[in-house]
């Protein structure tokens, strides 16, 4: 999930474990500037994910979930927050770029289920600065590319 607040943007990711885990949903702030309040970030995402539980249990049972009834039945209680340090950026402008770059290697290098104890994989020195900050003219340049292949169809 992006978060945009005072002209900076950071990342939550909410990692759900295999149904034999039954360490808890996690949630991950990762925040390039350290800017962003994380507790008030937790707060919020643990209640919307109470609020849409909440929701979901008030009707039919659920068929097909995707972590184990123990935690679902127990879900408001089963949200770990985990702080992680990431890379953080150089500069005042680059925030929305590390955003992508995190995106990026999470779904690169993270297990398909993220757990407590997959962790370890995002500290300080996941990725040098420098790489993140360099997806600008990559971006840059796709854009570019996308803009004449269209004016060439039309």
């Known amino acids: 999930i ?18 034999e885990d039954e360490s808890g949903l996690t949630i991950l702030h990762l925040d390039s500037l350290g800017l962003h309040p994380r507790d008030l970030i937790f707060s ?7 609020d849409e ?8 049972p659920l068929l097909d979930l995707p972590i184990s009834e123990k935690i679902w039945n127990d879900l408001p209680n089963s949200i770990n927050e985990a702080e992680v340090q990431v890379p953080q950026q150089k500069n005042d ?3 929305g770029l590390f955003v992508l770059f995190f995106i990026t290697r999470f779904i690169e290098e993270a297990p398909l289920r993220l757990t ?4 370890g994989m995002i500290h300080k020195k996941w990725f040098k ?12 340049n796709k854009l570019i590319d996308l803009f004449r292949n269209s004016n060439q169809t039309d």
């Open 2 to 19: 992006p978060i945009h607040e005072d002209l900076h943007w950071s990342l939550v990711i909410i990692c759900i474990p295999d149904k």
């Open 44 to 50: 919020n995402i643990k209640r919307f994910l109470r």
């Open 53 to 60: 539980w909440n929701y979901l249990n008030q009707d039919a």
């Open 93 to 95: 402008f680059d925030c």
């Open 116 to 119: 407590l104890k997959d962790l």
């Open 129 to 140: 600065p420098n790489e993140a900050s360099a997806l600008r003219p990559k971006i840059w």
